[in-house]
C-alpha cells in the first residue's frame, strides 16, 4: 500500500520575521506553502483583517499557498487557572486580538488568507485537567470552523494539558462517539490531530505503537523538527535524536488521508533561515528512504 503524500510546508517565522525573507526562502527551495504566525513579530490573531490581507495578497503574488494558521489559541491559562512558571515559546494574550471574540477572529484570518486549517492547543498545564475541560471550547471551535469551511488541528504541545502524543491520544478517545468517528474518516471533518512526534520525544515521552496506530487515521497534518535529546534543544530535522525514518514510516503507514500536511517547525533561532533549509532537505530524504512522495 502506497504511503500518503507529503504536501511539504514551512512555518513562515522560522525562517525569518519579515515576509520578504519568508517569500526569498520559498523561492530558493522550491517551497510553496507557508503556515503562518508571526510576521515582523507581530501574531496574526493581533492584526486587523485589511492586515493580514494585506500578507495574504503578496504571498499570492509569490505563488505561495497557506495551508494552515499556527495560532496560537488556547495557548494561554485556562479560565480561573494560575498561568505555569517560566517563559512560554509563542504564547498569546486574547486581549491584544482586535475584535471580542479571538476564536472567530482566528478562523476569520484563515479566510482572508484562504487557510484550510487553524491550529490550536490545550490551554497551560494545570493540576487536575481531564479531558472533559475542552470540551465546550473544542466544540464551539468546531461550530465556527463549519463556519468557515475549515478544520480544527489540535497540536500536542509539552506546556499545555495535552503535551504527549498519548495525552493528545486519550483525548480523542474521551469525544462522544459521534465526534470521534466524524474525527476518524478518510476525508478530514472538523477537528483532527495534528501530530507533533517532535514534541512528545522532548517531554521524554517518545509515542507508543497503540497511540499512534489510533491517532494515524485521522491525520492530516504533522510538524517535523528534531532533538538533541541530551542537550535539551531543538536541531535542524535529521540532526538529533529521534528516528525519524522510522517515525515517519510507521505513522504514515496507518494514515488514510491521500495527502498530509508536513509542516517543517525548525525552532532553532540562532540561524533559522539555515536550519530550515537543511530541514527541508532532510524531510526530502527521509521522505525518499520511506518512498513517500513529498509534493
Known sequence: MALPRLALAVIGDEIGPSLPEMISFCAEHGVGRLDMRTVDGRNLLAMTLEEVAAIGEKLASAGIKVPAVVSPLLKWPAPDK????????????????PQDDVLTHAFDVATVLGASRVRIFSHLRYPGFTP?????????????????????EIENEPVCNLGSIAELA???????????????????????????????????????????????????MIHLKDCD???RRTVPLGDGDIPWTKELERLLAGVEASEVIASIETHCPHDPRNATARSVSALRRIAGEIGAEVV
Open 82 to 97: 494560575d498561568p505555569p512558571g517560566g517563559p512560554v515559546d509563542f504564547a498569546f494574550d486574547p486581549a491584544q486580538c
Open 170 to 220: 486519550r483525548f480523542f478517545a474521551a469525544l462522544p462517539e459521534s465526534v470521534d468517528q466524524q474525527s476518524r474518516r478518510a476525508e478530514p471533518l472538523g477537528l483532527q490531530p495534528l501530530v507533533d512526534i517532535g514534541n512528545s520525544y522532548a517531554m521524554g515521552a517518545p509515542p507508543a505503537e497503540a497511540d499512534i496506530a489510533y491517532l494515524a487515521p485521522m491525520v492530516d
Open 132 to 152: 472533559r475541560d475542552l470540551h465546550h471550547t473544542v466544540y464551539r471551535l468546531m461550530d465556527i470552523a463549519a463556519a468557515h469551511d475549515a478544520i480544527v
Open 229 to 231: 535529546l541530551d542537550a
